[in-house]
């Protein structure tokens, strides 16, 4: 691997590259991985797998019925790349690529909050 390893713009506002650099081929930064449709906005509920977590992201879903909103929350497996450091409690911003495994179809651009 080169000592230096050039970092993709990604052009996505609000999302700094990170400052480690990986030979994940998986990485959205130093990789092949490219990043296309949703970005979401999360906080990470679990970090144990390696290379990957589980982001709760809370959303707002407008009930015709009662004229009015109701929270709701979906978990999504995302991938993490080497390059990025998270840990439970973490704000992160995820970004759907194409299917890496049976349930994992986004991975984590970068974090927000600590």
Known sequence: MPKFKQVKNLK???VEPPEKVCSDPN???H???RV???LLEGVVAKARARRMVVV???YLYYDKKYN???RRSKKIHAHLPDCISVKEGDVVVIGETMPISKTVK???LGVKRR
């Open 56 to 58: 709760q992201h809370v």
């Open 68 to 70: 009015r909103y109701e």
């Open 106 to 108: 986004f991975t984590v």
């Open 31 to 33: 990789g092949t991985l």
């Open 36 to 38: 296309r449709g949703v």
């Open 12 to 14: 996505i506002p609000g």
């Open 27 to 29: 990485c959205p930064w």
